[in-house]
């Protein structure tokens, strides 16, 4: 059975740049759709063809952080944002919008297309014996990238799905912050600016972890994180206290 292409929309408002981007991918079997605008952006991103999304952020009119945050409320497709501006603050604010990965112009096309390939693989998952995992209160699908804490399913990009797989494979172990990349196959770079610890504060977030004392997703100060299988989160607690018989209350005389 032949392989289907990738389709990738390639958000880009210079020309000649997007052509010749286009022109590479589709040179290596990809499916390319090009805009130019964030409005359009938006309308071809939702499309359930697409299966990347290579954004510029820095778009005429509405830039691309906009868009990202409007794909990103209904979509999970994966994106790459893409700036040629190198500040960190610039990175951080694109991964909190909830991109999977960040490149900054000028960047070799060779590099893109393995990002491209990279994002997809984890999006797309693969089929194995071991599909289900189920760590304390935590279950996650291989398959279909979703995970659950008590039922409840939390919505999460491949990358935080990628992290929390890695977390859960290695639960009780701490991981240090490029060992994290390296298994998640993220960007090393990552690891020094301090962009993964974006990744797991949104990750806590989703899990519901209290960010000030965190203690599902914890962090061990200058060694990196761990995910703690036996944790029980404030509900929790409170639920087992309320659950708890209580004697009747003591008289003084």
Same mark, same amino acid.
Not at 217 to 230: A, C, D, E, I, M
């Given at each position: 059975?032949? &392989?289907?292409?990738?389709?990738?929309?390639?958000? #880009?408002?210079?020309?000649?740049?997007?052509?010749?981007?286009?022109?590479?991918?589709?040179?290596?079997?990809?499916? %390319?759709?090009?805009?130019?605008? *964030?409005?359009?952006?938006?309308?071809? *991103?939702? /499309?359930?063809?697409?299966?990347?999304? %290579?954004?510029?952020?820095?778009?005429?009119?509405?830039?691309?952080?906009?868009?990202?945050?409007?794909?990103?409320?209904?979509?999970?497709?994966?994106?790459?944002?893409?700036?040629?501006?190198?500040?960190?603050?610039?990175?951080?604010?694109?991964?909190?919008?909830?991109?999977?990965?960040?490149?900054t112009k000028p960047?070799?096309?060779?590099?893109?297309?393995?990002?491209?390939?990279? %994002?997809?693989?984890?999006?797309?998952?693969?089929? *194995?014996?071991?599909?289900?995992? &189920?760590?304390?209160?935590?279950?996650?699908?291989?398959?279909?990238?979703?995970?659950?804490?008590?039922?409840?399913?939390?919505?999460?990009?491949?990358? #935080?799905?990628?992290?929390?797989?890695?977390?859960?494979?290695?639960?009780?172990?701490?991981?240090? /912050?490029?060992?994290?990349?390296?298994?998640?196959?993220?960007?090393a770079d990552e690891?020094?600016?301090?962009?993964?610890?974006?990744?797991?504060? &949104?990750?806590?977030?989703?899990?519901?972890?209290?960010?000030?004392?965190?203690?599902?997703?914890?962090? %061990?100060?200058?060694? *990196?994180?761990?995910?703690?299988?036996?944790?029980?989160?404030?509900?929790?607690? #409170?639920?087992k206290e309320t659950? #708890?018989?209580?004697?009747?209350?003591?008289?003084?005389?």
């Open positions: 059975m032949e &392989r289907a292409r990738l389709h990738v929309l390639l958000v #880009e408002d210079d020309a000649k740049l997007a052509r010749l981007t286009r022109d590479y991918l589709e040179q290596h079997e990809l499916t %390319v759709t090009t805009v130019a605008d *964030g409005n359009s952006a938006i309308r071809e *991103g939702m /499309r359930s063809d697409i299966d990347v999304i %290579v954004l510029d952020l820095m778009l005429p009119g509405r830039d691309g952080f906009d868009v990202c945050r409007q794909i990103r409320s209904k979509s999970h497709v994966p994106i790459i944002a893409v700036t040629a501006r190198v500040e960190v603050a610039d990175r951080v604010l694109g991964l909190e919008l909830g991109a999977d990965d960040y490149m960047f070799s096309a060779r590099e893109l297309l393995a990002r491209i390939q990279a %994002v997809a693989r984890r999006a797309q998952g693969r089929a *194995g014996p071991e599909d289900q995992m &189920r760590v304390g209160r935590l279950s996650l699908d291989m398959a279909s990238l979703s995970a659950t804490l008590d039922g409840r399913e939390l919505s999460l990009t491949s990358y #935080e799905f990628a992290l929390l797989r890695v977390l859960a494979e290695n639960a009780g172990r701490v991981l240090s /912050r490029e060992r994290l990349l390296e298994l998640a196959k993220g960007n690891a020094f600016d301090r962009s993964i610890d974006v990744r797991i504060s &949104r990750l806590r977030q989703k899990l519901g972890d209290d960010p000030r004392h965190p203690v599902l997703l914890k962090t %061990v100060r200058g060694s *990196g994180y761990l995910l703690n299988p036996k944790a029980e989160l404030p509900e929790t607690v #409170e639920a659950a #708890e018989p209580k004697g009747p209350p003591e008289h003084k005389e």
